[in-house]
T-cell receptor, first 113, second 114 residues
Framework: GAVVSQHPSRVICKSGTSVKIECRSL??????MFWYRQFPKQSLMLMAT?????????EQGVEKDKFLINHASLTLSTLTVTSAHPEDSSFYICSASAGTKGHFGPGTRLTVT | QQQVKQSPQSLIVQKGGISIINCAYENTAFDYFPWYQQFPGKGPALLIA?????SEKKEGRFTISFNKSAKQFSLHIMDSQPGDSATYFCAASGGETSGSRLTFGEGTQLTVNP
């Protein structure tokens, strides 16, 4: 149980374009979803927290207009990287929670050329 | 502000040996301390977690030792195997979202030589 999926697993896009990443909780309803970013050989950094039906809360230093988060249902949250640039290339990981424990997805590798 | 400090950055252990990774935290509101294992290109996987009401928790070859007064906790991997070679992260969380909104340590790259 407690399976979280992400789609796509990897994506390459051109600089200036936008890309959407989906995070789904497959066998439970997630009241809260978290988005993390991980650069190579670095730790996971929390970007934002989203609750179903409400606006996301962004961590300090994360541009909310650049990283759009939508938590449309209890099983789906999306992260849209708008006007992507090479410095946005990273590993994006979501975590879905239905209580006190979060379950991580497999991650999405974004490469911006 | 880094609230969870992890050491060492990298660790090489012989097969069958004990791997020890240490973490220290600052925020006394933290009440949930998990350890994650991450393989390249994969999301982190929960290994074991502890809450401050116990000083030690063991699951198979993995043990967490917790020192509340020192604000430190450590992961011990007994009988380390080459398949344990991965990056290990400690983490901490607290408050109403305990266990979900995590602050991660910097990570330890573990290599277990055959």
């Amino acid at each position: 149980g407690a399976v979280v999926s992400q789609h796509p697993s990897r994506v390459i896009c051109k600089s200036g374009t936008s890309v959407k990443i989906e995070c789904r909780s497959l066998d439970f309803q997630a009241t809260t979803m978290f988005w993390y970013r991980q650069f190579p050989k670095q730790s996971l950094m929390l970007m934002a927290t989203s609750n179903e039906g409400s606006k996301a809360t962004y961590e300090q230093g994360v541009e909310k207009d650049k990283f759009l988060i939508n938590h449309a249902s209890l099983t789906l949250s999306t992260l849209t990287v708008t006007s992507a640039h090479p410095e946005d290339s990273s590993f994006y990981i979501c975590s879905a929670s239905a209580g006190t424990k979060g379950h991580f997805g497999p991650g999405t590798r974004l490469t911006v050329t | 502000q880094q609230q969870v400090k992890q050491s060492p950055q990298s660790l090489i252990v012989q097969k069958g040996g004990i791997s020890i990774i240490n973490c220290a935290y600052e925020n006394t509101a933290f009440d949930y301390f998990p350890w994650y294992q991450q393989f390249p290109g994969k999301g982190p996987a929960l290994l074991i977690a502890i809450r401050p009401d116990v000083s030690e928790k063991k699951e198979g070859r993995f043990t967490i030792s917790f020192n509340k007064s020192a604000k430190q906790f450590s992961l011990h991997i007994m009988d380390s195997q080459p398949g344990d070679s991965a990056t290990y992260f400690c983490a901490a969380s607290g408050g109403e979202t305990s266990g979900s909104r995590l602050t991660f340590g910097e990570g330890t790259q573990l290599t277990v030589n055959p």
